[in-house]
């Protein structure tokens, strides 16, 4: 197994705190809210949302994959930290072991599998649309 890792900045004049509670404590229901075409839903299977929790997503008809479900590994919200990652449905794309995400991406290929450029710039581009959605939400809602 080999890993893939890569870190993107993407500025924003909105708090830090406001950006981690939309991104990360609100997600849930926000961003079905905001992107129901990337997202359809968001069901907790287990636990409170702190570590631990186990989320399954069920993505929308925009999106090429069906759901995902993902572990969150750590949540500091004093230090406006999460840490999750994605084991199980079809984002995994059939060659990944899982996908860490903990103010970067990681990406844990299978044995004897590479994944390409393209690729990685893909997820780059969706994580860039998501964040843009909510920062556009929060300035339209303040």
């Known amino acids: 197994m080999s890993a ?7 500025p924003s004049l909105i708090p830090a705190a406001k950006m981690f509670k939309a991104l990360v404590l ?11 075409q990337a997202v359809k839903n968001i ?3 287990e636990g409170d949302g702190g570590v631990g929790t186990v989320k399954l997503i069920q993505f929308g008809e925009g999106s090429q994959y069906k ?9 500091d919200t004093e230090n406006l930290t999460h840490s999750y990652n ?23 290929t299978k044995d004897g599998v590479e994944i390409s450029e393209e ?7 969706k994580a ?4 843009k959605a909510i920062k556009a939400y929060l300035q339209a809602n303040a």
């Open 119 to 125: 690729k990685i710039k893909e997820g780059k581009e």
């Open 43 to 45: 069901e907790t299977l």
């Open 128 to 131: 860039t649309v998501m964040f």
């Open 86 to 108: 994605v084991v199980e449905g079809d984002a995994l794309m059939g060659i990944l072991d899982s996908i860490t995400y903990h103010n970067r991406s990681i990406y844990h």
């Open 67 to 75: 759901s995902a479900k993902h572990h969150v590994d750590a949540l």
């Open 4 to 10: 893939i890792t890569y870190d993107m900045e993407i």
């Open 26 to 36: 609100d997600a849930d229901t926000l961003i079905p809210k905001i992107m129901p």
